[in-house]
């Protein structure tokens, strides 16, 4: 968010292929991610019997957070042209 | 269901998108709400509801394999027990998402293990080790379990058993006049000793057969024609018989009687137990959550009992395979080299004094530090591939 003014994405620096590189890295690597979350969140409510509007809370908290926090780190990789 | 979920989390999003981060641009609002749709989609495919929103109640479950005639090992009946359904719910789920860890085996996977809770808690664990070579998978779930017991294990890798030369003499059968052979006892393959387990039965063709670790007979490559030797004590050996089938992933060895002696569902206790059936996958989970202990007996460590530490475990530390439906209990020290091959029991509370039920084998221990259990087995998950029994 910090170093986002100029909203230049990979397509300028690194044409097409590398676009399309970063966009399936990305969602390979969400996929992961938010399954590792589900099957996480899933062994601790077996583990405590915590209810269940505490599941579906956490789980898409999680998401909201998990998605806020790599927005600044997929515009920092972009702007930087790496 | 899950698209009442959907507009509630649109509607949270839009809140945030234009509450709390107004520089939230659409691309990331969409991937947001694709991300929500996927968890609510892997947690609905996991089954989560199955437990999430158990009933209350009961439900039956079957515990055990019983004879009902305990002179007839193929007269077995199902035993069954009412247990909590918010319980059982967690339990069975527990085992899926077990059966799910195993199959997917991530990086470093070395294997994992159901742990019921108590029928009050109405809870399952799965503990799950992995490697320390797996180092990027074990610090994200180190990461993400900060502060919550998850049972993230780190399993030393350790180059050889360190086991010295047996210090004790092992058991020996003392008396076989009956013509039958008794269990617990040592029995020799050509290049290794084991424990003889109880008589294991072929419901098909009603053949009852010796039993042992299939890792006793080291150095050949394939057990089937290999002769299993049963000492006596103060006597000639006898010949056992032959080994008719050898099963490497469940370390089981059967062997066909050659007439001299029957194999027996006696285990030479000091109260000398009968064995009338086994403990299902169920059975074993029920024992976990009243707290109760497996016992057994070894041709070397004899008689031990133990608390169960986990059941349909999968265990990927030795050899190149996984080995499934295994039972963890007690501590490395009730079990070492010749001990293998003996089961692990527990006593019957619906039948005589004696009787007792087979839970699994006992084929080998832990050797790294943070750990301590035996696992082998379960006689459950031998009856579920090939049909033996108890």
């Known amino acids: 968010m910090t170093e986002s003014s100029t909203d230049d994405r990979g397509a300028a620096r690194g044409g ?18 938010l399954t590792l979350w589900v099957v996480f969140l899933t062994l601790v409510f077996l583990e405590t019997a915590w209810p269940r509007w505490a599941f579906y809370g956490l789980l898409l908290g999680g998401v909201a957070v998990y998605v806020s926090i790599t927005v600044p780190w997929i515009r920092g990789r972009s702007t930087s042209g790496r | 269901m899950s698209g009442d979920y959907s507009a509630r989390l649109v509607q949270r999003l ?20 694709v991300s929500g749709g996927y968890v609510l989609g892997v947690a609905s495919y996991l089954g989560v509801e199955d437990f999430l929103s158990a009933d209350e109640g009961e439900v039956p479950i079957v ?4 004879r009902s005639d305990p002179d007839d090992p193929f007269s077995l009946e199902e035993r069954t027990r009412d247990v909590p359904a918010e319980w059982y719910a967690a339990v069975t789920k527990a085992l899926e998402i077990n059966e799910y860890l195993a199959t997917v085996g991530m990086t470093g996977y070395l294997g994992s293990a159901v742990v019921p809770g108590s029928y009050s808690s109405q809870t399952a664990s799965v503990s799950v080790g992995i490697s320390s070579e797996g180092r990027s998978t074990r610090e994200m779930i180190e990461e993400i379990a900060d502060g919550i017991s998850i049972n993230a294990e780190t399993i030393v890798e350790v180059e050889e058993m360190e086991d010295g030369p047996p210090s004790t003499q092992p058991r020996v059968a003392t008396n076989v006049d009956s013509g039958v052979a008794p269990s617990g006892v040592v029995c020799e393959t050509p290049s290794s000793m084991a424990t003889l387990a109880p008589a294991l039965y072929d419901p098909n063709t009603e053949q009852s057969y010796f039993v042992t670790a299939e890792h006793a007979f080291e150095g050949v490559s394939d057990p089937v024609g290999e002769p299993l030797v049963l000492p006596i004590d103060s006597a000639e050996p006898a010949q056992l018989g032959a080994v008719e089938y050898a099963y490497p992933v469940e370390d089981v ?13 006696t285990i030479d206790t000091p109260s000398s137990a009968r064995v009338r059936g086994q403990y299902t996958r169920l059975g074993l989970a029920d024992l976990v959550a009243r707290d109760e202990y497996l016992e057994k007996v070894g041709a ?34 009730d079990l070492t080299d010749g001990d293998s091959g003996s089961v692990s029991f527990h006593e019957d509370p619906q039948g005589a004094a004696d009787d007792v039920l087979v839970a699994g084998f006992n084929n080998a221990r832990t050797w790294w530090p943070g750990q301590s259990y035996v696992w082998g087995i379960g006689a459950y998950k031998l009856t579920e591939t090939h049909g033996y029994h108890f």
């Open chain 2, 253 to 265: 060895a059967v062997v066909t009687p050659n007439g001299d002696l029957e194999p027996s569902s």
């Open chain 2, 63 to 66: 515990t055990a394999l019983v």
């Open chain 1, 16 to 33: 097409p292929l590398r676009t399309l590189w970063d966009a399936v890295v990305r969602f390979v690597g969400d996929a992961l991610v």
């Open chain 2, 300 to 333: 070397l460590t004899g008689h031990t009992t133990g608390r169960i530490q986990g059941i349909d475990a999968v265990t990927c530390f030795t050899d190149t395979f996984c080995r499934r439906g295994q039972i963890r209990w007690g501590g490395e020290m």
């Open chain 2, 14 to 33: 839009t809140n945030l998108r234009d509450g709390l981060e107004p520089g939230m641009d659409r691309r990331e609002f969409l991937r947001t709400v």
